[in-house]
């Protein structure tokens, strides 16, 4: 198991990214989070099998409606989720 980070820019708030990116999770049971970020990119931080998790990033470009600028990916520390779930509401960062 391992956990990554992902952060994707260009259309991908108010078009059901999130919505989408959740069913795609549960459906290959990766468990994480998604939430919106303030300058417009979708954050998502997604725990399973290494290549259960190459192929839900590779889904993601499947999602209707979005189009994806930039995805970038990096491995962080294992974090352990009961689900997939949407956060909202405003998430404080540093760049």
């Known amino acids: 198991m391992k ?3 992902i952060r994707i820019s260009g259309r991908v708030q108010g078009v059901g990214f999130r919505a989408c990116i959740k069913r795609i999770a549960t459906n290959l049971g990766v468990v994480g ?4 970020l303030p300058d417009g990119r979708v954050l998502v931080t997604a ?5 259960v998790l190459d192929k839900f990033v590779s889904m993601l470009y499947g999602c209707p409606r979005i189009v994806i600028r930039d995805l970038s990916l990096q491995e962080v520390s294992l974090a352990r989720y009961p689900e997939f779930t949407i956060q ?7 760049t």
């Open 33 to 36: 989070e998604a939430m919106n």
């Open 47 to 51: 725990t399973g099998e290494p290549a």
């Open 88 to 94: 909202r509401g405003a998430y404080q960062y540093s």
């Open 3 to 5: 956990t990554v980070e």
